[in-house]
């Protein structure tokens, strides 16, 4: 049944977290705290980023543009203004009580400096109460309350070191080796998070509505999964790497898959893949307990049954997929996230959880929705009626697009034009070319004339409608 009462929201965020092993439909590995939300909401199986690479896809995430909109469509260092659009903003104009705790990548971390110098900027863009952490690379240079904390345990410069050892020589496989982490267990980034975390939700008004925001480090690498979660998977119970697809050495030069591909070419080798592809899960495993852990410190407050829970990443990870690491490609392990929403208990309807799409639908779409909702209760209904409104999901890296609707999908350069196409549904593995492997099919079938069309009317509506946020403190 629906209600007008506002809703709280409990969301939570991880950093490159890849959609097919956050299926809780298909699961590949066990997460029982991720399943247990998919039964009691609404799961978009075939959710996708706004840009494979998480600075772009971070801001997206906070104003609900686009990269191209933003005038960011790779990693680069810039600083959101204060001004700029804010999805939470407008929440707190709402009388939202707003908090975060973890990692937001909003500002610039390529410099020595501490992360709590902005705390006026993330005020203005709509967080009363802030405790933010930089991702696990950027931890060798900026401060926080976490950094403060390894200080006080003796660990600080031990970790620094560690981190500089593994990514100051550039791509190396120092990089993506794994070894045990020299962090206590409390003081494991994702662990820490989750405390503190818990502590913020504990101190969330009763009597105002709140949101949220637990934004988790990992599992972005290096993972080096501690115990009790260290070891718990092998490589040969997990899905092999997907062979690295033979047409795209034929892509044409500047294609960014291509470029992406070639940059890996012989760096990586079958062991070091299957080692990264376990330590994986069982990072997965170990962040399932901590979203565990959350699940349980809401229920245990007075307002759990108007409070949803949301669950999301920012891009995935690609893990030897086409003989790649990390992300930065248009192939699914880098794109495609997980997303399940639970909505408030009040608000939900006999028959109407445990349901999903397999539709392919836009993150940045989803996180607007799902937050400018709240003030109409949130309902799943909504969302629901939102999700087959959408035409499909588009994603943005450098000048290209990339077009998803039902199996199909189509990258374009700035122009519109096509660069590469794949049928998931006959091509799971994105083993084929469509373009150059069935020119007929390509050709003439109706559907990839559509989504044809479709790309052409998004470059025409770029050239004439195209709005760019300014300098962004470049």
């Not at 005038?71 to 001004?83: E, F, H, K, Q, Y």
């Not at 829970?309 to 392990?333: Q, R, S």
Request: hydrophobic content about 40%.
């Amino acid at each position: 049944m629906a209600t007008s009462t506002p809703a709280n929201l409990l969301l939570i965020t991880f950093d490159q977290w890849r959609g097919d092993w956050g299926d809780p439909w298909a699961p590949v590995v066990a997460l029982p705290a991720l399943a247990g939300l998919a039964r009691q909401g609404f799961t978009a199986r075939r959710c996708y980023t706004s840009s494979p690479h998480c600075v772009p896809a971070r801001l997206s995430w906070l104003t609900g543009l686009m990269p191209s909109q933003l005038g960011v469509t790779r990693n680069t260092s810039v600083n959101l203004p204060a001004d700029a659009p804010s999805l939470v903003r407008e929440l707190r104009q709402q009388g939202w009580h707003t908090a975060l705790v973890g990692k937001t990548h909003w500002t610039s971390h390529a410099n020595p400096r501490d992360l709590r110098d902005d705390l006026p900027l993330l005020r203005e863009l709509g967080f009363e109460a802030v405790i933010e952490v930089a991702g696990p690379r950027a931890l060798r240079r900026l401060s926080c309350a976490l950094t403060d904390a390894w200080q006080a345990a003796g660990v600080l410069e031990q970790q620094r070191a560690d981190l500089e050892a593994r990514y100051g020589g550039g791509r190396t496989p120092a990089a993506w080796a794994v070894r045990p982490s020299v962090l206590p267990l409390e003081l494991y980034p994702d662990i820490w998070i989750a405390q503190r975390a818990l502590e913020q939700l504990a101190a969330m008004p009763a009597n105002q509505p709140w949101l949220l925001w637990v934004s988790f480090v990992g599992p972005h690498e290096p993972f080096d999964t501690p115990p009790p979660w260290q070891g718990r998977n092998r490589a040969s119970t997990l899905p092999a790497p997907s062979p690295t697809p033979a047409w795209i050495d034929q892509l044409q030069a500047g294609c960014e898959l291509q470029q992406a591909q070639a940059s890996w070419a012989g760096q990586l080798t079958a062991e070091a893949m299957a080692a990264c592809r376990a330590d994986y899960a069982d990072h997965l495993q170990l962040l399932d307990a901590q979203l565990s852990q959350l699940l349980e410190g809401l229920a245990s407050r007075g307002d759990a049954p108007r409070t949803a829970v949301a669950v999301t990443a920012d891009h995935g990870e690609l893990l030897g997929d086409a003989g790649m690491l990390y992300k930065g490609a248009f192939l699914e392990g880098a794109v495609r996230v997980p997303w399940i929403y639970r909505p408030p208990a009040a608000t939900a309807s006999k028959g109407h959880q445990g349901q999903a799409s397999s539709a392919p639908l836009p993150l940045t779409g989803l996180m607007a929705h799902t937050l400018r909702s709240l003030s109409g209760g949130g309902s799943l209904t909504e969302l629901r009626h939102w999700a087959a409104q959408q035409a499909g999901a588009v994603v943005e890296f450098g000048s290209e697009r990339l077009l998803l609707q039902g199996p199909r999908k189509l990258a374009v350069d700035q122009h519109g034009q096509p660069l590469w196409a794949v049928h998931l549904g006959r091509d799971p593995l994105e083993q084929g070319n469509v373009i150059s492997a069935q020119p007929r099919r390509w050709s003439w079938s109706p559907g990839w004339r559509r989504l044809r069309r479709w790309g052409r009317r998004l470059s025409a509506q770029q050239t004439t409608t195209h709005w760019v946020w300014r300098d962004l403190g470049r």
